[in-house]
């Protein structure tokens, strides 16, 4: 069991319920420093959980969780450029596409939770979606929450028009 008390390095909310948190502590039992992790729930019940509490405020759990998603956002941007920048630049733009067209169709019409790629691609799809000005000044935190916890790429779709105020409605230029 973990006694990390002015041991922490820092703690974090590990899920979007917010009902677990994940704290990292230097646990030097053995003389030397060892980083360790350590989940525990969001129960005031819970010994480890008023531990925290004492050496950590909710709300700095809250602001490093914040900090740790900006710095995920920003480090998958990174990547996604240097993606962008490895493709062979003579690409036909009809063969480009057709590929897009056939994997937008695969995804939405034959997803397979199991298929890491196309789990991938849902992923990169929630993403782009929260980086919308529409989604971001969305009042709707049911329809973001939706967003978040779909596990089918038309289950996204269906949140994001859900989010922007158009599902059901028909859509005019």
């Known amino acids: 069991m973990a006694e990390f008390s002015g041991r922490v390095i820092e703690a974090y909310f590990s899920n979007n319920d917010k009902d677990t948190i994940c704290v990292m502590w230097n646990n030097n039992a053995s003389g030397k420093e060892v980083v360790e992790e350590f989940y525990l729930k ?3 019940d819970n010994h480890y959980f008023k531990e925290l509490l004492k050496d950590i405020p909710l709300e700095e759990i809250e ?3 914040q900090k740790r998603a900006v710095v995920y956002m920003e480090e998958m941007k990174r990547l996604a ?3 962008s920048f490895s493709e062979p630049k003579n690409i036909d733009p009809k063969s480009v596409d057709k590929r897009v067209n056939s994997r937008i169709v695969d ?3 034959d997803f397979d939770k ?3 790629g196309q789990q991938e691609l849902m992923f990169r799809l929630k993403l782009r ?3 919308q000005d529409i989604v971001k000044n ?3 935190t049911d329809g973001k929450a939706m967003i978040r916890k779909a596990e089918e790429p038309i289950e996204v779709l269906m949140a994001y028009a859900e989010t922007i105020g158009k599902l059901g409605k028909r859509v005019k230029n």
């Open 107 to 109: 995804l939405i019409c």
């Open 42 to 44: 969001t129960d005031p």
């Open 63 to 65: 602001e490093h969780t």
């Open 129 to 131: 979606l929260f980086e």
């Open 81 to 83: 450029k240097r993606w």
């Open 138 to 140: 969305s009042k709707n």
């Open 114 to 116: 199991k298929d890491k």
